[in-house]
């Protein structure tokens, strides 16, 4: 399975859209222009279709945990979780 596959399957499992991807490639650091991402999207043998790196579908993966988790703060938790657990405590 390619790269290219796996960010395929995951937008659709995920129900992400095209401003949700940007979003998480940019909460990993990442600028990711529209076009490189339709290339992504398109079928191998399409004029436009780009190559997925591993690095790309290492900051998509990165960036989703932070859109899901929230981002970490210094002793390594993410605010979300803590505040999940200082909920249920009370």
Known sequence: M???E???KLRIALDLKEVDII???KLA???IKKS???GIFRKRENKHFK???DLVLNHFLNGYIIYRRGPKEADGTSTEKMETVESSVK
Do not use: D, M, R
């Open 23 to 25: 979003e998480v490639f």
């Open 29 to 31: 650091g990442y600028e």
């Open 6 to 8: 796996i960010i395929k």
């Open 36 to 38: 490189e991402l339709s």
């Open 2 to 4: 390619t790269n290219n």
């Open 51 to 53: 190559a997925c790196s």
